[in-house]
């Protein structure tokens, strides 16, 4: 895989959920879970199930900081 976006994390899917239109695909990167939101065309195109390595990759103009009370 070549891609511009520096923000990839790997981890391993642990859910995907089929919706009308879009999937929920839950990616655990080490402990901490990321999900993404992508078309069902897209998880059936890609071959996505869980138990399957894939990368939750970042690109976003803004990011925001945060901190607890």
Do not use: P
Request: aromatic fraction near 2%; glycine fraction near 8%.
């Amino acid at each position: 895989m070549k891609i511009s976006a520096r923000n990839r994390l790997k981890g391993k899917i642990v859910e995907v959920v089929l919706g009308a239109t879009t999937a929920h695909v839950r990616i655990d990167i080490g402990g901490q879970v990321i999900t993404a939101s992508i078309t069902n065309d897209a998880v059936n195109e890609l071959g996505l199930a869980a138990g399957h390595d894939a990368y939750a990759v970042i690109k976003a103009s803004d990011v925001m900081v945060a901190i607890d009370d």
